[in-house]
T-cell receptor, first 112, second 115 residues
């Protein structure tokens, strides 16, 4: 059974810092992995999606990498800003299924 | 283009009451999902649908029923609400093929309290 873990659960950093969020999964036979952002009281917004055949995806200041063999994905945020404060979730779709398994998220606070 | 919409946004039910949550998408997506989000537990899949007229169980289906009579709508029903069903419910949809097929789009959520 696929399990997805995100550590740390919460993180506070000063503005301008580069930071890395982690997502670990137990079954390496994944189809794809998606990173989301969730603002308080809001729905989820897709940030990046990495297919199993890809090693990384980039969008603006965000870069997501995938290492299936180690069961790990990282989301790199460059030059963090207070507007980046939110909860970041990763979701894994295992091969042969339509289902996505979510991590519990990392709550990020960027201090001005 | 409204994307994924959910109604209602908030609801308070008494134990034993029933209700239906509506999810609508205007992107012609084949796949639709219902999740619940609880503190410390992340999002868990309740039911999903891979096309009009089809539904399937997710991780936590007990106490819920769903229907997908029209491609654009996915309904989640609670026949006899229980306090354990107090949660925030999210609907999501995605395409089955083509560019961006695997990317999920989420609605704004429905906050349900069962007293």
């Amino acid at each position: 059974k696929q399990e997805v873990t995100q550590i740390p659960a919460a993180l506070s950093v000063p503005e301008g810092e580069n930071l890395v969020l982690n997502c670990s999964f137990t079954d390496s036979a994944i189809y794809n992995l998606q990173w989301f952002r969730q603002d308080p009281g809001k729905g989820l917004t897709s940030l990046l999606l990495i297919q199993s055949s890809q090693r990384e995806q980039t969008s603006g200041r965000l870069n997501a990498s995938l290492d299936k063999s180690s069961g790990r994905s990282t989301l790199y945020i460059a030059a963090s800003q207070p507007g980046d404060s939110a909860t970041y979730l990763c979701a894994v779709r295992s091969g042969g299924t339509y289902k996505y398994i979510f991590g519990t998220g990392t709550r990020l606070k960027v201090l001005a | 283009n409204a994307g994924v919409t959910q109604t209602p946004k908030f609801r308070v039910l008494k134990t034993g009451q029933s209700m239906t949550l509506l999810c609508a998408q205007d992107m012609n997506h084949e796949y639709m999902y219902w999740y619940r989000q609880d503190p410390g537990m992340g999002l868990r899949l309740i039911h999903y649908s891979v096309g009009e007229g089809t539904t399937a169980k997710g991780e936590v289906p007990d106490g819920y029923n769903v229907s997908r009579l029209k491609k654009q709508n996915f309904l989640l029903g609670l026949e006899s609400a229980a306090p354990s069903q107090t949660s925030v419910y999210f609907c999501a949809s995605r395409r089955s093929t083509g560019t961006g097929a695997h990317e999920q789009y989420f609605g704004p959520g429905t906050r349900l309290t069962v007293t």
